[in-house]
């Protein structure tokens, strides 16, 4: 196994100092970039959240059959430059390998800590994908600024960055791998890669997930950690340790103390995300490069059942009818929370060989 060179950084819209991140094998810096965009905003039919009556009922409202079809959602002019922070990883000895540059696009519930996944006070590096990937020998940084970002990167123009890449490849979990979908639906060519994790091709079963315990004011539950002052009624999240669990982990193939992490880190998010993930591309026709699902065997996504998500005649696939490259690697006993299973080595060894087939290292 070499050791080379990587990037990996996760994608979020806030703000971060430039300070150094203790790592292990690897070396972490936060960074910063500014991502000038002019696009489309999609204006939510919906008023904004007035208390916790009213964010439960929209969590009632995901599940509530429809009778008929909604209005199409009003459009406004976008032109923001926004603050994107990630870090920036890279092995402490290079090696073959190190033109390859990783993606990382978290999910909702979780900021970019999901990808570099620690215990406190421990140094087992069996949850963090950061850690898979640099010992692999790899790099790894919403959807035109995952572009925009990704031909940042492609331009070697990430802070930190002492050359540019010669592949990408995009990451996703979750909304992450949403995002993902619609940029290489909007732009093909930017990727030479993906690699989707929870996520397979029916959404139907999301809605039931979200519905039932993902309507929650943060600021309510958690006010110490989330004051009204920052995050507004529009910020979100679940509840309890146990609604986590019922989202993200598949008993008995975790540790108890991830579970108490993850719950301890998770983060809140917008109601715009929510319903701006079912207005993002659901199918990238024109993007011919690889394509990998990364799979969870009980996925909340595939109602816990995944076995028969990914058949090739099934909308997985179709998502991509545009290339004959496409590959489906499915993890036993894990839960949507794919990094954070006792059993994720195998899913790293699979994307290692995945990676190495089809980019190969000399």
Same mark, same amino acid.
């Given at each position: 196994?070499?050791?080379?060179?990587?990037?990996?950084?996760?994608?979020?819209?806030?703000? &971060?100092?430039?300070?150094? @991140?203790?790592?292990?094998?690897?070396?972490?810096?936060? #960074? +910063?970039?500014?991502?000038?965009?002019?696009?489309?905003? !999609?204006?939510?039919?919906?008023?904004?959240?007035? =208390?916790?009556?009213?964010?439960?009922?929209?969590?009632?409202?995901?599940?509530?059959?429809?009778?008929?079809? /909604?209005?199409?959602?009003?459009?406004?002019?976008?032109?923001?430059?926004?603050? !994107?922070? *990630?870090?920036?990883?890279?092995?402490?000895?290079?090696? /073959?390998?190190?033109?390859?540059?990783? @993606?990382?696009?978290?999910?909702?519930?979780?900021?970019?800590?999901?990808?570099d996944f620690y215990l406190?006070?421990?140094?087992?590096?069996? #949850?963090?994908?950061?850690? %898979?990937?640099?010992? %692999?020998?790899?790099?790894?940084?919403?959807?035109?600024?995952?572009?925009?970002?990704?031909?940042? &990167?492609?331009?070697?123009?990430?802070?930190?960055?002492?050359?540019?890449?010669?592949? @990408?490849?995009?990451?996703?979990?979750?909304?992450?791998?949403q995002l993902t979908v619609?940029?290489?639906?909007?732009?093909?060519?930017?990727?030479?890669?993906?690699?989707?994790? *929870?996520?397979?091709?029916?959404?139907?079963?999301?809605?039931?997930?979200? *519905?039932?315990?993902?309507?929650?004011? %943060?600021?309510?539950?958690?006010?110490?950690?989330?004051?009204?002052?920052?995050?507004?009624?529009?910020?979100?999240?679940?509840?309890?340790? %146990?609604? =986590?669990? #019922?989202?993200?982990?598949?008993?008995?193939?975790?540790?108890?103390?991830?579970?108490?992490?993850?719950?301890?880190?998770?983060?809140?998010?917008? +109601? *715009?995300?929510?319903?701006?993930?079912?207005?993002? /591309?659901?199918?990238?026709?024109?993007?011919?490069?690889?394509?990998?699902? +990364?799979?969870?065997?009980?996925?909340?996504?595939?109602? #816990?059942?995944?076995?028969?998500?990914?058949?090739?005649?099934?909308?997985?696939?179709?998502?991509?009818?545009?290339?004959?490259?496409?590959?489906?690697?499915?993890?036993?006993? &894990?839960?949507?929370?794919?990094?954070?299973?006792? =059993?994720?080595?195998v899913g790293y060894e &699979?994307?290692?060989?995945?990676?190495?087939?089809?980019?190969?290292?000399?």
């Open positions: 196994m070499h050791i080379s060179r990587t990037l990996i950084a996760s994608l979020a819209v806030a703000s &971060a100092s430039a300070e150094p @991140i203790k790592g292990k094998s690897y070396e972490c810096h936060e #960074f +910063l970039v500014d991502i000038s965009i002019n696009s489309t905003s !999609i204006v939510l039919p919906v008023p904004p959240i007035a =208390n916790e009556y009213q964010a439960v009922n929209y969590g009632q409202s995901l599940l509530t059959p429809l009778k008929a079809l /909604p209005p199409p959602p009003q459009t406004a002019p976008l032109v923001k430059t926004f603050q !994107i922070s *990630g870090d920036l990883c890279v092995p402490k000895k290079p090696g /073959p390998k190190a033109g390859t540059l990783q @993606i990382l696009t978290h999910g909702l519930g979780y900021n970019r800590t999901y990808w406190p006070g421990s140094s087992d590096t069996s #949850f963090s994908h950061v850690h %898979a990937a640099t010992a %692999a020998g790899y790099s790894l940084p919403q959807a035109q600024i995952l572009i925009s970002l990704t031909q940042m &990167a492609r331009e070697g123009k990430i802070p930190g960055m002492k050359s540019p890449p010669k592949q @990408i490849i995009n990451v996703g979990h979750s909304f992450g791998s619609g940029m290489a639906a909007l732009a093909p060519d930017v990727s030479d890669a993906i690699v989707l994790t *929870g996520i397979n091709g029916d959404t139907s079963a999301i809605a039931s997930v979200l *519905g039932t315990s993902w309507f929650r004011l %943060a600021n309510k539950f958690e006010p110490e950690r989330f004051p009204k002052q920052t995050y507004s009624n529009g910020w979100l999240t679940w509840a309890t340790e %146990a609604e =986590n669990q #019922f989202s993200f982990f598949w008993f008995p193939n975790f540790k108890p103390e991830v579970l108490a992490t993850a719950e301890a880190v998770k983060h809140p998010f917008t +109601l *715009g995300e929510i319903f701006g993930g079912g207005l993002l /591309p659901q199918q990238a026709p024109a993007f011919k490069k690889p394509v990998l699902y +990364l799979a969870s065997e009980h996925d909340a996504v595939c109602r #816990f059942d995944c076995s028969s998500d990914f058949d090739a005649d099934g909308p997985a696939y179709a998502r991509f009818n545009g290339t004959d490259d496409i590959e489906v690697f499915m993890v036993p006993g &894990a839960g949507h929370a794919l990094p954070l299973h006792t =059993n994720i080595t &699979a994307l290692d060989a995945w990676i190495q087939k089809r980019f190969p290292s000399k």
